[in-house]
């Protein structure tokens, strides 16, 4: 069944449409957010928000890792060697990458 050529340029708009939506959305979250930074910090009212790198790397590793091993197993048990392994392998690569520096930045902070 062939689609007419006002479905297809439907189709095709819709997440052009979409995409600009959610740019529209998030510029304006951030010029809001900037602007409130701003009031508060001429109303001297402003703390900067306390952000633990230690333990958001090693969260974020552990879940890279573990999404990482998962999907390299079954990509590799579904397609073999390949490309598409690279879908795994990278975000094992970068949870190793992050586990590997807390341990680093944890034996430097413990020594």
């Not at 197993?73 to 690279?86: D, E, H, K």
């Amino acid at each position: 069944m062939e689609r007419s050529s006002a479905a297809q340029v439907v189709i095709a708009v819709i997440p052009i449409v979409g995409i600009v939506m959610g740019s529209v959305v998030a510029f304006f979250y951030l010029l809001w957010y900037h602007k409130r930074r701003m009031l508060l910090i001429k109303a001297g009212q402003y703390h900067k928000p306390n952000f633990d790198l230690l333990s958001f790397s090693l969260l974020t590793g552990l879940l890279l890792a573990t999404v990482g091993i998962s999907l390299t197993v079954l990509l590799a048990l579904v397609g073999g060697a390949g490309y598409g392994l690279l879908g795994g392998i990278i975000p094992l690569s970068m949870g190793i990458g992050l586990l590997g520096y807390y341990i680093i930045k944890h034996s430097i902070r413990g020594s």
